[in-house]
């Protein structure tokens, strides 16, 4: 009687190790995933060209981004120190450019400022590229 008892114990002891181990395994690739999902999908957009250039006739931003992701974005807006917010609003198809130019608050030629475009994806994601810019004497 006490060996069948023990039998059951062992079959019952490894099937609850199996149960806890593919509960484990299962949790673990989740988690890696999702974290490798948004691991890759980040530096979607990219700056390829930008100019902050002031002129006797008024000053002009001119800028270039490439989606360098898998999936369409849509860039709502560039902004400039976080103060000027210049209206973009193109959607990017994987791998495709956009130029824009815009005309802008003058600054003094060799001031340096930050410019930040910010990206969305469909998905949700949001993606940013920034460049630190000298204003150029035209």
């Known amino acids: 009687m006490r060996s069948s008892k023990k039998a059951l ?27 490798f999902s948004s691991l890759s999908e980040q530096n979607q957009l990219q700056i ?3 100019e902050f250039v002031a002129t006797s ?10 989606n360098t992701g ?8 560039v902004s400039i120190e976080g103060v000027v917010n210049l209206t973009w609003g193109v959607q990017l198809q994987p791998g495709q450019e956009d130029s824009r130019v815009w005309p802008v608050p003058a600054r003094p030629v060799g001031q340096s400022f ?8 469909a998905a949700g994601g949001s993606y ?6 000298f204003v150029q004497g035209g």
């Not at 006739?57 to 490439?66: C, D, E, M, N, R």
């Not at 930050?114 to 994806?121: G, I, N, Q, R």
């Open 9 to 35: 114990s062992s079959i019952l002891g490894t099937i609850i190790v199996l149960v806890l181990t593919v509960a484990a395994g299962t949790m673990l690739w989740r988690t890696f995933f999702s974290l």
């Open 48 to 50: 390829y060209d930008a």
């Open 57 to 66: 006739a008024g000053s002009y931003l001119s800028l270039t981004v490439k």
């Open 70 to 77: 898998s999936s369409q974005v849509t860039v709502p807006w």
């Open 114 to 121: 930050l410019l930040l475009v910010e990206a969305y994806s």
């Open 128 to 133: 940013q590229s920034s460049q630190q810019l």
